[in-house]
């Protein structure tokens, strides 16, 4: 059983760093060293890459996974020496051209080998030195690597650095999850721990591997990178690294003792004795036997497995350490991250954990996260670039369509709750299900399906199909589901629930062994199983009475956004064909205890990134067609580099010469032009198709001009240009989810905006939407001016520099529009720009500074609201002696049609300027209160666009 773990330990090791060939040379030397004396004298296969310039420089050791050997790391060595740095990858004993036995990192072997890597690199001149025999260096590696970077880090003080991928922390925990993840609460039961030797033996992985290590050929599939946020497009593109075919570390066995030829892949058959466990250590073979026909370890092996983990030294790592795991993966869960980081946290060390989409059975980490750990080694060992820091951050996988790629955002958040036991936020999810009885089969077949261990390492990125294989077979499994989510609930960690199981009176005492998961259930009935993975526990020494024992059972850890209208299903089934089950026929009664929920753990953070579901993946047409798409891209890409106009950086809106044509002779807008400048309200006036609509869809690159163009803050306006990140729009209705609230659907808006949440401003839109209590409803249940209200809160999320609004008063009572006239102008008070396409012209008046004024497709007045409006030079004076100022204007050349009514006076000036009009009257004695335009906006918009328009 050791042995298939190491091996599978070796399946994390993929390669994980490629190089490109246009980059910095890098030299190579290689090297067999002696280690050790006499009889335990090994022979270690290694190989140098030094940078071309820049040293003396850091140093990182680099381990390889199970099976594999230093040339499984080659792409990944010559990628941080690229970086700068002097690499030393090696080929552990046992593998490759390696002499000795494998210990599975025993203290006193790989361990202790590496102890001696570390200081035959201090005798080396191109490394940097922190003192005598002590060479600053890093250690990293995946699965089998990256144990032995965390027990070398706890051996030996003159490890700086750390960074291990997708590892374990307890061999036995993870090979055999046992009770000691439940709790019994039943008078007379063990406590917690005191039955850790009975856990339920992962079968199916340790026998893949052991099977590796007798020396048949290993997996030999290709595996490619988990997706990450931005680059589903081609994250299939780059090929597999050297000896990065097998999804265990190796290279097609070629690296496992005696597989294959002679010398093939750099490996070799040993000379020396072999065992009936390969070339393992008599030992580790004897735990295998054990447990591998038995099903359960003696507490010898679990003390063995426990000397050879990282368990047994992370509490005393100090040393900043960057833990990367995956999401996906049967093999080593979120749960080993957790153990791990707690452990160094708890012993004062800097810890940054990073959960990816891949894993063994998803894929090694994408070329963005290879990128942050060599940073990691960047900072910690040179003081080069930004801190890391020591938060948390999780990928989320998005659903996958049935063409293409699946999306991917990245969530940051400032702190990792699985540093700290019992830490973080939970959700309760009340669950529903009345007690179930469930058998347990004779010979423990057939049996419930949740994973096919290595499958995601076979096929790539389409593992995350195997969430849709599980098959729980009927009478063995007891379901518990939710009611429908009212919002999306992103599980990100290791859900907890109570349960009570007896068993079923009539047969002997003894003990039950269950298998537990939870699965996303839509509104179809699709049911998927994040992760493919279960928790595996055993229940010991159910009372023959039929009493029940409740335990509190801990769900594998996943990250998954459950959407609204979704459900949550628990499954507790009695099989699975991953791991040993009783043979002895039995049956049980499983039901929810109190309380009947789910714990569900939520991080919340920043979406720091996301990249959505681009071009369908299917044939050679659609790959000829992505080439196509990508070079119209970088086209492009080009003209958006010199479509922007410097001197008009500042300006948020200039349009020029715009015009849209339809087939049939339709022309929608002709050759229209103006300006917007900051701190204006600008309205946007002319009767149904005038343009208006047309125009602002256009400017939110939503369709094509046919002619001109269109500048927002100096950059040309077309699909997707960037700039339209700047700009709030509420253009030709809503488009809201109506089985979510108001406030799901702005957060989730601006969830897929992928800027962070604290840029959101939710608190102003909300109130400026006025819905009150409303806003937590279906937004199904809203009436229309309500819906209008979300959309304008919509717009004005993350306070854009630009703001459109078509219409934005539809719907709105006289009080709500008073306030939404307010709103618009303090918000362009505060240096931003409105633009507000409206019919309410009496509204546009007390709103807006400025006016465009369009009829047909054609700009026909523009400016501000106060000059158009006096656009015809007819005043009204509010004077203290009418007839007075009545005889003072007729004294003025041009002035005519002069009356009096109530007071006021009226005069049309004829070009006189209405300053010069009211010094008349002053310097008269006539006392002026008030003076203005005679018209109203609406005089002039019919007078400009004809009776027609009054509509």
């Known amino acids: 059983m050791v042995i298939l773990l190491v091996a599978l330990l070796a399946a994390a090791g993929v390669v994980w760093f490629l190089a490109d060939d246009d980059t910095a040379e890098v030299r190579t030397q290689e090297s067999v060293l002696p280690i050790g004396t006499g009889i335990s004298q090994v022979r270690i296969d290694t190989t140098l890459y030094l940078p071309e310039t820049g040293t003396p ?25 690229e970086r700068g740095f002097v690499v030393l990858a090696y080929s552990a004993r046992g593998f490759g051209r390696s002499t000795g036995e494998i210990a599975l990192n025993a203290p ?59 590892t374990y922390n307890d061999l036995g925990q993870a090979l055999i999850p046992n009770a000691a993840t439940t709790r019994t609460d039943l008078p007379g039961t063990p406590a917690a721990g005191a039955f850790e030797a009975n856990g339920v033996f992962k079968r199916s992985w340790a026998g893949i591997f052991f099977a590796a290590g007798m020396g048949g050929a ?119 991250a957790d153990a791990t980081a707690r452990a160094i946290a708890r012993a004062g060390g800097k810890v940054k954990v990073s959960w990816y989409t891949g894993g063994h059975d998803g894929g090694r980490p994408g070329k963005e996260l290879r990128s942050s750990i060599v940073d990691w080694f960047d900072f910690h060992l040179r003081g080069n670039g930004s801190d890391p820091g020591s938060g948390f951050q999780y990928a989320v996988q998005g659903a996958l369509r049935a063409q293409g790629t699946p999306s991917v955002r990245t969530v940051t958040a ?47 990125s389409s593992s995350r199909l195997a969430g849709r294989m599980a098959i729980d077979l009927p009478g063995q499994v007891a379901r518990f589901r939710s009611a429908p989510l009212d919002g999306q609930l992103l599980i990100a960690g290791s859900s907890t629930v109570r349960l009570r199981i007896a068993a079923v009176p009539g047969q002997p005492p003894g003990e039950g062994v269950f298998f537990a998961k939870i699965y996303d259930v839509g509104p179809d009935g699709v049911k998927i199983l994040p992760g493919s993975n279960v928790s595996a526990f055993r229940v010991p020494n159910l009372p023959a009475d039929g009493r029940p024992v409740e335990v509190t059972v801990t769900l594998p850890g996943i990250v998954r956004p459950i959407e609204a209208e979704h459900a949550i299903e628990l499954a507790v089934t009695t099989t699975d064909q991953s791991y040993a089950t009783p043979a002895q026929p039995a049956a049980y009664t499983v039901a929810l ?10 991080v919340p953070g920043s979406a720091s990134s996301t990249g959505p579901p681009t071009a369908p993946l299917i044939g050679i047409g659609v790959v000829l067609g992505l080439a196509v798409l990508g070079g119209i891209a ?42 917007v400048d900051t701190g204006q309200v600008l309205g946007l006036l002319g009767p149904n198709g005038a343009g208006k609509t047309t125009t602002l869809r256009m400017l939110m690159g939503l369709i094509t001009p046919t002619t001109g163009t269109i500048r927002v803050f100096g950059h040309k306006i077309d699909s997707g240009a960037p700039v339209l990140s700047r700009i709030g729009s509420f253009v030709e209705g809503s488009g809201f989810l109506p089985h979510l609230s108001g406030e799901a659907n702005l957060r989730l808006y601006w969830a897929a905006t992928g800027r962070p949440t604290e840029h959101a401003h939710f608190n102003e839109a909300l109130e400026i939407a006025g819905l009150g209590d409303a806003v937590r409803r279906r937004v199904r249940t809203y009436s229309q ?33 008073h306030q939404m006239r307010e709103v618009l102008q303090k918000y362009a008070s505060t240096g931003r720009t409105v633009l507000v396409s409206s019919h309410l012209l009496a509204e546009v008046e007390q709103t807006c500074s400025h006016v465009v004024v369009m009829h047909r497709g054609r700009l026909i007045a523009s400016g501000e609201v106060s000059d158009i409006v006096a656009g015809g030079g007819e005043a009204t004076f509010r004077v203290d002696l009418p007839d007075r100022a009545a005889e003072v204007l007729r004294g003025f ?59």
């Open 57 to 81: 420089a850091p140093a990182i050791l680099l381990a390889h996974g199970f099976g594999g050997s230093k040339d499984s790391v080659a792409g990944e060595a010559r990628e941080m020496a």
């Open 108 to 166: 006193d072997a790989e361990v202790a080998d590496a102890r001696e890597l570390i200081s035959w690199l201090s005798t080396r001149s191109e490394v940097q030195k922190d003192g005598p025999n002590d060479p600053r260096v890093g250690v990293t590696g995946a699965s089998y690597g990256g144990a032995l970077s965390l027990l070398l880090a706890g051996h030996d003080p003159r490890v700086d650095v750390l960074a291990p991928v997708i």
């Open 218 to 336: 290993g997996l030999a599939n290709p595996q490619a990178d988990a997706p990450e946020p931005g680059d589903e497009e081609d994250q299939n593109a780059d090929p597999p690294a050297p000896g990065g075919g097998d999804p265990t570390g190796g290279a097609g066995g070629g690296g496992i003792p005696g597989a294959g030829a002679p010398g093939q892949n750099g490996g070799q058959r040993q000379a020396g004795p072999m065992n009936a466990c390969g070339r393992f250590r008599l030992e580790i073979c004897r735990a295998y036997a054990e447990v591998a026909t038995t099903g359960k370890a003696s507490q010898a092996t679990v003390d063995l497995l426990r000397s050879v983990s990282p368990v047994s030294v992370a509490d005393r790592i100090t040393k900043p350490t960057m833990i990367v795991q995956g999401e996906q993966d049967t093999l080593f869960g979120l749960d080993q």
């Open 414 to 460: 400032a702190n990792y709750p699985g540093a700290a036991s019992g830490a973080g936020e939970r959700k309760t999810v009340p669950l529903r299900g009345e007690q179930q009885t469930v058998v347990n089969p004779p010979g423990g077949n057939p049996a419930s399906v949740s994973s096919m261990p290595g499958l995601g390492a076979m096929i790539g």
């Open 593 to 602: 205890a109190e309380p009947a929920s789910l714990a569900a753990p939520v």
């Open 634 to 675: 970088m086209i492009v890409l080009r003209r958006r580099r010199s479509d922007v106009d410097s001197e008009l950086a500042d300006v948020p809106l200039v349009i020029e010469n715009l015009s849209k044509s339809y087939p049939g002779g339709v022309t929608a807008v002709d050759s229209l032009s103006f300006r």
């Open 785 to 817: 001016g309500m819906r209008q209200r979300l959309a304008i809160a919509q717009a004005m999320l993350g306070l854009p520099d630009l703001l459109v609004l078509d219409e934005p008063t539809n719907g709105l009572d006289p009080p709500q529009i």
């Open 893 to 951: 050349d041009g002035v005519s049609e002069v009356s009096t009514e109530d007071g006021v006076v009226h005069a049309s000036l004829n070009g006189t300027p209405r300053s010069t009009a009211v010094a008349a009257l002053v310097e008269a004695g006539v006392a002026v209160e008030q003076a203005g335009p005679r018209r109203r906006l609406e005089d002039v918009f019919l007078e400009l666009v004809g009776e027609e328009a009054s509509g």
